[in-house]
């Protein structure tokens, strides 16, 4: 199970992650990628704003760079 910040998380949950701005978005996905990192799928239907991801809905974000408000 993928955990943030120590704490299990799970598909719905949502979580913070800084991608040009401090953002936020629900688990909709999770995986481990081939380093074992586990990779969150982010969406936010709003969308995320930034230079980086601005206007997408969807983000993957790996769970070490997330945390949980």
């Not at 598909?11 to 991608?19: E, M, N, P, Q, Y």
């Amino acid at each position: 199970m993928a955990t943030v910040e120590g704490q299990p998380v799970k598909i719905g949950d949502w979580v913070s992650f800084k991608a040009d701005i401090e953002q936020h978005g629900e688990i909709v996905f999770m995986h481990r990628n081939l380093n074992g990192h586990w990779m969150l799928t982010l969406e936010n239907t709003n969308g995320f704003i930034g230079d980086y991801i601005g206007g997408e809905t969807r983000v993957v974000q790996r769970a070490d760079d997330c945390w949980v408000e």
